[in-house]
Structures are given as C-alpha cells and as structure tokens.
C-alpha cells in the first residue's frame, strides 16, 4: 500500500507507492498493453497511443507511439482514460515546485568537464545539483533531454522559459490542459525559487541509481495540493531480505535537524536549540512562533516555524 510522505523537498530512500502511468494531451487515445496482475519493467511499453489523423491526410498511418512503465512493478489495474496503475518499490524525492508532465529518462547526474559541462545523452533526465537557468533549460529541451531535476530557479527565469504566470499555473482548474501547454521539459526544483543548491543527501540519493530509468512529473497544483516528484524503482537485490519502508520522525523538538525552506535564509541548515515560548517579532516586522537554530559554523539564526522542515 502506498506510505504517506511529507510533500516539498522530501527524500524517501525506500517506500511503496501506487502510481497511474499515464499520457494526457493532444486528444490521443491511450490503450494499455499490460493487464492487472502482470509484472513490468521499467523500460516495457505500457501504453500505446492513436493519434488523431490529420484532416485532408493521404499518407500512411505512423508507427504507433509506446509509453514505457518508467517503474518496475507490479501493474494493480487499468484506468477508464487508458492508464496503467503500477505498485512499485522506488526511492521518492519530491520538489517544492515544478512545471511538465510525466515522462521516463535515464537519471543523468551533470558533470562539468573543466569549464565545459559532459555530454548529456538524448532521453535523459538531467540532475543538475545547483541551481538552473533559463539559458541551461534551452540548452537541455535542444539536446533531447527530457526532464530536468535541480536545487531551485529565479522566478523570472522560469517564467521565461515557460511562457507562463506560475501563480496562474499553480492555481489551473484544468491541470492537464495547463500543463499540455508547455515545452517538453519536465521540470523538479528541490528548493524551489532563488538560488539554492539541493541538500547534499538528496544529491547522494539521486547519484547511487545514476543511469536508472526514473519517472518525473512536474505538475505542481495549489488547489488539488500536487507536488511535483521523482520515482526510481528500487534494483531487485534491495527489495528482498525482510525489506521495510523507510521511516523518518518529521516532527520538530529540540535538536531537530532543520532546514530553512524559504526566506531569505532559504536553505540554510542547522539544529534547533531553543523554542522561543512567546512570538517572536522579526526584523520584517511580522510576528510568529519561532525557533533558534545552530548552524554548523557556529552561529545562529532565529526562523520562523512555518519556514521550516526536518531533513534526516
């Protein structure tokens, strides 16, 4: 059955989850290849797609168009709009914002080579551990990558590159149609807006399954609480011998590892010593309930709850 995760920024090693493997857009009719019951692998087409024919067209059908599982797993049933349920054994991240539908791609972690980044394979979900630009989402929708998961982006950049208001699109009544609008990048911002990196651990995670086929959804919703996240099914050597899901007390209390989420502050990290017992008035003139923190240098920060997650 699936586990509950904390949505925004979350890392989970080792959890269970049932995910719909699906196509939307273009008015294509989707047809599953896989039946209830049936064990997939990641790379096994999973759907196949009719696409409309073009009016006034005299030439020969295409090729039929696959989607692949994206996870390895077992499939639970089919949907009535032609998607498959898979259950899967995977390690999850999820971001803080996103933008893009579902795709499947090779993880790729980037790799400067002097000042000059490596080549990125065509069909690849790019990690870029920094944060990304408009010029880098360019240069990555031209080079066939498909995904791209980084630690955060300016807001301006992002928008640039989307063509859209992020307030509009995090608050579409039409999910699909707003994201079927979109360049064909899918896009996982760990930390959201700015200029953060992603946390060390969550870069360890997504380097151990680099060249795993993973599965990206940017889709991120204000009104139906969507988050964008990655799933990269677990290699079958780690889902045997007595497996269990990962567990992780989010709750906050004194010597809690936190880090800051947003502010700016944002991706600060530290451990809380000290509950402010009445609000705390900050410089913004706002007040709210807060926390001292000590970060590793030293020295410390007072930040409000509300801005705050634990991280292992």
Not at 42 to 62: K, Y
Not at 207 to 212: F, H, L, M, N, W
């Amino acid at each position: 059955m699936a586990m509950a995760y904390p949505p925004g920024g979350s890392a989970v090693p080792r959890i269970e989850v049932q995910r719909e493997r699906r196509f939307a857009g273009h008015n294509a009719r989707s047809i599953p290849l896989v039946y209830a019951g049936q064990e997939v692998l990641a790379d096994q087409p999973v759907i196949r797609l009719e696409l409309p024919d073009q009016p006034g067209s005299q030439s020969q059908p295409d090729a039929p168009v696959v989607i692949p599982a994206g996870l390895r797993g077992r499939v639970m049933k089919t949907t009535a709009r032609g998607g498959v349920i898979i259950q899967t054994r995977a390690a999850l991240l999820t971001g803080n914002i996103g933008a893009g539908q579902q795709v499947a791609g090779f993880l790729t972690v980037w790799q400067p080579v002097g000042s000059r980044p490596s080549p990125v394979p065509a069909g690849a979900i790019l990690v870029i551990p920094g944060p990304a630009s408009f010029a880098m989402l360019r240069q990555a929708i031209a080079s066939g990558v498909v995904g791209i998961v980084a630690g955060s982006i300016e807001m301006r950049d992002l928008e640039g590159f989307l063509g859209v208001d992020m307030f509009d699109l995090f608050n579409s009544v039409d999910v699909d149609m707003a994201q079927a609008s979109l360049p064909s990048l899918t896009l996982l911002f760990t930390e959201g807006f700015g200029s953060v990196s992603m946390l060390p651990s969550t870069l360890q995670l997504l380097t151990r399954y680099q060249g795993s086929i993973a599965l990206l959804s940017g889709v991120t919703s204000t009104l139906y609480a969507l988050y964008p996240e990655l799933l990269i099914s677990l290699p079958e050597a780690e889902t045997r011998d007595n497996w269990q899901p990962s567990s992780f007390d989010t709750s906050l209390r004194l010597g809690a590892r936190v880090r800051v989420r947003f502010g700016t502050n944002a991706g600060a990290t530290g451990d809380i010593d000290y509950f402010f017992v009445h609000q705390h008035r900050f410089v913004s003139g706002v007040q709210g309930r807060a926390v001292r923190l000590r970060l590793a240098d030293g020295t410390t920060l007072i930040a409000p709850i509300m801005n705050i997650e634990r991280i292992p």
